[in-house]
């Protein structure tokens, strides 16, 4: 059972292009980490911008309060992330993560 869900896991997925993606993440978490303090102080400046002019963007339209409710979770979720000084893959990924969502609401009520 084991080896027939890992052949279909793989089915689709082009392994060169993943591993090389992979090691470049990693190679960037690894410089990341000799810059902690500073990655942790920038991911709270910027997403806390991001989260609030997304928020600002979700009330000047009259949006629906689960983009509020959204923007508003996330830019909290990276603030506390940094805050407790989990791993630098934690703090960069729900750095992204932020950055993704609020950027697109951002573009959803700014258009």
């Known amino acids: 059972m ?7 896991g793989h089915s689709n997925v082009k392994t060169k292009e993943s591993s090389r993606f992979l090691a470049r993440y990693h190679k960037l978490i690894d410089e990341l ?24 963007y979700a009330f000047e ?3 629906p309060i689960w983009q509020a409710i959204i923007g ?22 729900i750095f992204i993560l932020n950055a993704i969502v609020n950027g697109i609401l951002i573009a959803v009520n700014a258009f």
């Open 72 to 93: 508003i979770f996330l830019s909290l979720t990276n603030n506390i992330i940094a805050i407790l000084q989990l791993h630098t893959k934690w703090v960069l990924d």
């Open 61 to 63: 339209n009259d949006a």
């Open 33 to 56: 980490e000799g810059v902690y303090f500073g990655l942790i102080s920038m991911t709270i400046l910027i997403g806390s911008a991001i989260g609030g002019i997304s928020l600002m």
């Open 2 to 8: 084991a080896t027939i869900v890992h052949i279909h």
